[in-house]
């Protein structure tokens, strides 16, 4: 799977942004994503998920109201809408996609965004700065 991230940028507190994940080679559609966020000198953070059985979606509680995540199959793509971007928010975003098949319906979220993590496909990252 190829992953290409893209959608990053400047943006003042308050704004928007809306993160692009388009891969190549597969159907997205057979694959979970996920979305995870990386800010310098800091642990890489899991911010949301979109599964594949009913396309349920799960978010990390600090961006919960604010970001949405959702797909589009007809142009294979995922995408992160991000609003009301606090600067706590800036950091390198990247997305990555497992396919169904190594994920259980039985796990919880943190199992399936691990399972994402540690056998998944990456794309490359793109950079959300927020600043005034």
């Known amino acids: 799977v190829q992953l290409q991230a893209s959608g990053g940028g400047l943006v003042q507190p308050g704004g928007s942004l809306r993160l692009s994940c388009v891969a190549s080679a597969v159907t997205l559609d057979n694959y979970a994503v996920g979305w995870f966020r990386q800010a310098p000198g800091k642990e890489r953070e899991e911010v949301s998920c979109?599964?594949?059985?009913?396309?349920?979606?799960w978010y990390v509680d600090s961006v919960k109201g604010r970001f949405t995540i959702s797909r589009d199959n007809t142009k294979n793509t995922v995408y992160l809408q991000m609003n009301s971007l606090k600067p706590e928010d800036a950091a390198v975003y990247y997305c990555?996609?497992?396919?169904?098949?190594?994920?259980?319906?039985?796990?919880?979220?943190?199992?399936?965004?691990?399972?994402?993590?540690?056998?998944?496909?990456w794309g490359q990252g793109t950079l959300v700065t927020v600043s005034s």
């Open positions: 979109i599964f594949t059985s009913d396309d349920s979606t």
């Open positions: 990555a996609a497992a396919h169904e098949s190594l994920i259980s319906s039985s796990f919880t979220h943190a199992q399936a965004m691990g399972i994402i993590a540690d056998f998944g496909s």
